[in-house]
């Protein structure tokens, strides 16, 4: 017997919402290699949201996989199908945690490290960084608060001749997301001359978080995504396009240019940002191609206790057309390339030089 605890996490904000929906689904599916196998390919063909989007057969490569699994595939085996499976994805939310072997992402840059030139991905390079935010570039002058053990902090950068607000948004991921302190950072860079948002290494997390946000960094109400959740066990069963939208706080920023820096690890909410940010005025973006993880996503759990994640949607854009890039790509697992490309350098932050800030300030400059 499989009990399979669906967690609908509204990434893309269909509805402002303040946790998951929580469906609990039964199924009979044997804890044997062939029923974990029908149980995970089954739940991809009837809720995954992008098989047509991104071209896939999905029955075509259960065939082809299921010849490789019967009552005695070993554990290892069975994971590696299933990791080879999830790997023709792309995709920013599809993954499978198993725990004598690990967390597999489906994303195909899931190895890239932080930093060029830096292997790996330790988060204490992040605090190297953002240590060398606050004393150069904000000379030590900036507001901080800790929020589920999260920094954010906001300052003033001086750049030719000029003052521009700064602010490190590491997170969308907390309950006690700091609406109020992003407000009061809104206010004060209301009075300078333009704003550096750094979602870098932000990867994502609620609805309520990233839209607030947009709504008080955008200036003008604009339509920037459609997208509709697959609601049946057919290709085409989804439901009606839904529109997603910045509406401007009526304290919101006002006008001023904007640069974001994102990278790789610029993920999920992030993306969502990135993308409803661009439809404002004077906006540019600077760094690294975003993960590209857009769908909003389904946990499920097989029955021999293996958890893997789904993206249960197909997004667009303003125009109706599906959410591409200049070649025709579905983005997601591709991500949003950046108007600037700049990457993230470990020896010029040893050298203490962080060189996508600094592109950003010079191109904002140009805009102002």
């Not at 401007?248 to 940010?277: E, G, R, W």
């Not at 439809?279 to 600077?286: D, F, K, L, R, Y």
Request: with cysteine.
């Amino acid at each position: 017997m499989r009990t399979a605890l669906a967690l609908f996490s509204l990434f893309l904000g269909l509805l402002i919402i303040t946790s998951c929906e929580k469906e609990l689904i039964n199924d009979v599916y044997d804890n044997t290699p062939t029923g974990n196998f029908k149980a995970f390919t089954d739940d991809f063909r009837d809720l995954y949201g992008a098989f047509n989007a991104k071209k896939l057969n999905w029955d075509s490569l259960s065939m082809f996989y299921a010849g490789r699994i019967n009552d005695h595939t070993s554990s290892d085996s069975l994971y590696r199908v299933f990791c080879a499976m999830l790997n023709t994805l792309n995709d920013g939310h599809a993954d499978l945690w198993a725990p004598q072997y690990g967390h597999f992402r489906s994303w195909n840059r899931r190895n890239k490290p932080f930093f060029v030139g830096r292997e790996g991905m330790n988060m204490n390079d992040i605090v190297v960084l953002q240590n060398l935010l606050k004393s150069k570039y904000l000379k030590d002058e900036f507001q901080s608060g800790q929020f589920s053990g999260w920094q954010f902090f906001y300052g003033t950068i001086q750049y030719e001749q000029k003052a521009w607000g700064y602010i490190c948004i590491p997170t969308f991921n907390i309950a006690d997301y700091p609406v109020s302190f992003i407000q009061e950072a809104v206010n004060h860079f209301n009075t300078l001359d333009g704003v550096i948002i750094d979602l870098r290494f932000n990867q994502g997390g609620r609805t309520d978080a990233f839209v607030s946000t947009h709504n008080r960094f955008g200036s003008v109400e604009t339509l920037y995504l459609k997208s509709r959740f697959r609601n049946g066990p057919r290709p085409d069963d989804f439901t009606p396009l839904a529109d997603h939208r910045v509406r401007p706080h009526t304290n919101s920023l006002k006008n001023k240019p904007i640069a974001i820096l994102t990278n790789a690890y610029t993920a999920s909410s992030s993306d969502h940002f990135v993308l409803a940010m661009k439809t404002q005025p004077n906006v540019i973006t600077v760094g690294d191609t975003t993960c590209g993880a857009f769908s909003a996503v389904i946990e499920r759990i097989l029955p021999n206790g293996w958890k893997y994640r789904l993206g249960a949607q197909e997004v667009y854009a303003p125009d109706g057309n599906l959410l591409t890039d200049s070649r025709g790509q579905y983005l997601e697992g591709i991500g949003i390339v950046p108007d600037f490309a700049v990457n993230d350098n470990w020896a010029m932050i040893n050298n203490k030089n962080d060189l996508v800030l600094e592109k950003a300030l010079s191109e904002i400059s140009k805009i102002h």
